[in-house]
């Protein structure tokens, strides 16, 4: 893993967190004990999904640079659509509160994917490889 993928996973990671967490408790507050297994739930969902969506894109990109916006369209896509998967799976489901996981689900998601833009945009990368790639002639 690159320095700079590190520090836009762990940037995205530091904003959805305490998003998850507020949501979580919200969803306890208001909906009892099944919105605290529907905020816990949606927080595991964004957690994992996003952050392999990292890992892949990372994975993707690590040999080939110029593939990077194809790739994260792709990435995105695909997270967005298993989320929604996930969802149509579990939407009759009694287990949790579905209106507390879909909303902590918005949110958490939201908050990750606005803390890897802010991550990027404000994170300085070389757009240059600092090291000559030939030896200085002597």
């Known amino acids: 893993m690159q320095q700079n993928d ?10 959805a967190a305490p ?8 969803s306890a507050v208001l909906a009892g004990e099944k919105g605290l297994l529907g905020g816990l739930m949606a927080v595991l969902v964004v957690g994992v999904f996003f952050a392999f969506g990292s ?4 994975t ?8 990077a916006m ?6 995105y896509a695909v997270q967005i659509l298993m989320i929604g998967v996930f969802i149509v799976v579990f939407k ?14 918005l949110a958490t998601a ?14 300085r990368m070389l757009y240059v490889d ?9």
Do not use: C, H, N
């Not at 890992?55 to 990372?58: R, S």
């Not at 009759?92 to 689900?105: C, E, P, Q, V, Y």
């Not at 939201?110 to 945009?121: A, D, K, Y």
């Open 6 to 15: 590190a520090r836009i996973l762990r940037g995205a990671a530091y904003v």
């Open 19 to 26: 998003v998850g967490v507020v949501a979580t408790v919200l």
């Open 55 to 58: 890992w892949a894109l990372m």
């Open 60 to 67: 993707m990109t690590a040999e080939r640079p110029q593939i």
């Open 70 to 75: 194809a790739a994260g369209m792709l990435v």
């Open 92 to 105: 009759d489901t009694t287990l949790f509160s579905g209106k507390a996981f879909g909303l902590s689900l």
């Open 110 to 123: 939201l908050s990750w994917v606005g803390g890897q833009v802010r991550q990027s945009l404000t994170s």
């Open 130 to 138: 600092p090291v000559p790639s030939v030896p200085p002639a002597e």
